[in-house]
């Protein structure tokens, strides 16, 4: 069984009222000395103390043991001022263990939600880039790939002021440890660096490079396959290349 399955056991164990296999389980991982479950069980522990420490000695966890199982029949009990502090604490112990399971899963659930209002924050941010160019009067149009046989295809949309942006379909994911770079290459000097990116599954990309173009002296926009730490000049053969007009 994995640490996570075994997560909701961790308290149990610690009073000796965990069943079988969690209990073989649990044991299993300590022995082996499983950093995850090492850290669950003294969070446990650190529980049962605190529920502990409100009992008398008498109540020893092999008596709670008893105790909770003649509560359902299976042994007579005399009850007293120690049967009623063991109950009590069995009943404090259990609230324990489901509020913290409870705490664990709210906390679970908010960062999930946070990561997926922060991609969402992320895409609507590209978006209006995006749309900021599109929209530009004095956004000019290239389009790339056409006429050949199965090349990545699409358009390159220049702004002077809003920046580049790349649309592009059939262009692969890149192979582990690489990534795409997008280049502006002026008619004179070297190609600048416009930022790295990746292509979805299914071959499409998009690309946004924020910030003024020389369109007058900018021959030509590119894209290279690049280690993912990127190059400061190209050191593959472009795969799109979209001249401007």
Not at 67 to 78: D, H, K, P
Not at 99 to 128: C, G, K, M, V
Request: glycine content about 8%; overall charge neutral.
């Amino acid at each position: 069984m994995s640490c996570e399955e075994l997560n909701e056991h961790y308290e149990l164990y610690a009073i000796g009222l965990a069943d079988e296999p969690e209990r073989g389980e649990i044991r299993t991982h300590l022995n082996r000395g499983c950093e995850v479950c090492m850290a669950g069980m003294r969070r446990a522990r650190e529980i049962a103390a605190l529920v502990g420490g409100g009992a008398p000695p008498a109540a020893l966890p092999a008596r709670l043991r008893r105790r909770i199982l003649a509560s359902v029949g299976a042994e007579q009990l005399r009850w007293g001022w120690a049967s009623v502090w063991a109950a009590a604490a069995v009943l404090l112990l259990c609230a324990a263990v489901y509020f913290n399971s409870r705490e664990r899963s709210y906390a679970s659930e908010a960062a999930t939600l946070r990561d997926q209002t922060r991609r969402q924050n992320i895409e609507l941010t590209r978006l209006n880039e995006a749309f900021a160019i599109l929209n530009g009067a004095d956004t000019t149009v290239t389009s790339f790939g056409q006429g050949q046989r199965q090349p990545p295809r699409g358009k390159v949309f220049v702004n002077p002021s809003q920046g580049v942006l790349l649309i592009a379909s059939n262009l692969p994911p890149a192979p582990a440890g690489k990534a795409y770079e997008m280049w502006v290459i002026a008619k004179s000097g070297n190609p600048v660096r416009a930022g790295m990116f990746q292509s979805e599954s299914d071959g499409t990309a998009m690309h946004i490079q924020r910030g003024p173009v020389d369109v007058t002296a900018t021959r030509a926009v590119a894209v290279t396959l690049e280690n993912e730490a990127g190059a400061d000049q190209p050191t593959s053969t472009p795969l799109i290349v979209a001249a401007l007009q």
